[in-house]
């Protein structure tokens, strides 16, 4: 169902990317999930991944593109929203320019790596790139900072305990 207020769309897909992150976390994976969406549906589908699949580059926004592009079967995603939990790294904001995403919405900044204003600038301000990305953070934010923070609180108890 497409929601026509564009802040209630934006939680819509924001809570399924919330699920996602929680499947990762289930999986022992830093809890991290991201949809990618055109025309009000869900065409990709991610979460970090990098411990299960051994793969650096699975994070849930690079595991969201590539689903999105394999059902799309086309590597360029114009006209596409991308949701993601928490701000993209550096990485992942290069695969969102390279795959001509319109748009990402986070929920968590990231102080430490955000590359969509927190850290870096690279998706809504670097005009070096020959593609820009509107950007839009904070939305369920306060969600997907808990989900974050009981991960790592809970791994640190844990390896205290050890």
Known sequence: MVVDDPDLQ?????RQALLLAQRAESQGEVPVGAVVVLEGEIIGEGWNQPIALQDPTAHAEIVALRDAAS?????????????????????????????????VVFAADDPKGGAAG???????????FNHSVAVKG????????????????QKRSKQQGE
């Open 118 to 128: 927190s850290v870096f600038d690279l998706l809504p301000t670097d005009h070096r």
């Open 138 to 153: 904070g939305v369920l934010q306060q969600r997907a900072t808990d989900l974050l923070k009981d991960f790592f609180r």
């Open 10 to 14: 934006d939680q819509q897909f924001m």
């Open 71 to 103: 059902r799309i079967g086309n590597y360029r995603l114009p006209g596409t929203t991308l949701y993601v939990t928490l701000e993209p790294c550096p990485m992942c904001a290069g695969a969102i320019v390279h795959a001509r995403v319109a748009r």
